[in-house]
């Protein structure tokens, strides 16, 4: 069982940064997989970032988002930069033991997900 807890989300203007965290308990962080996924309002949920034996980002993200995690402190990272009004949306952070990294349904736990809104 692993417990996630997203935070770092808000309002920030165009081109505005934020740094969300996600934080775990449970099981050893380590032995999974972590993604970041976005859900806008009548949208499916869009994989954003991954972080396992790589790291991966979507298409989206033109090179403005960053992903990192400390294993000693159980929590992974989305650093995102030059943030742009089609970057509102809920943002989630997920954990797989194993499987497909842009998949939603292959992750094994969630969070509560945190509100990005971006607008002047």
């Known amino acids: 069982q692993v417990q996630l807890v997203e935070s770092g989300g808000g309002l920030v203007q165009p081109g505005g940064s934020l740094t969300l965290s996600c934080s775990a308990s449970g099981r050893t962080f380590s032995n999974y997989a972590m993604g970041w996924f976005r859900q806008a309002p009548g949208q499916e949920r869009e994989f954003v970032s991954w972080s396992g034996t790589d790291t991966y980002y979507g298409n989206f993200v033109k090179g403005r988002f960053t992903i990192s995690r400390d294993n000693a402190k159980n929590t992974v990272y989305l650093r995102m930069n030059n943030l742009k009004p089609e970057d509102t949306a809920v943002y989630y952070c997920?954990?797989?033991?194993?499987?497909?990294?842009?998949?939603?349904?292959?992750?094994?736990?969630w969070g509560q997900g945190t509100q990005v809104t971006v607008s002047s």
């Open positions: 997920a954990a797989q033991r194993g499987g497909s990294y842009w998949y939603a349904p292959a992750y094994d736990y």
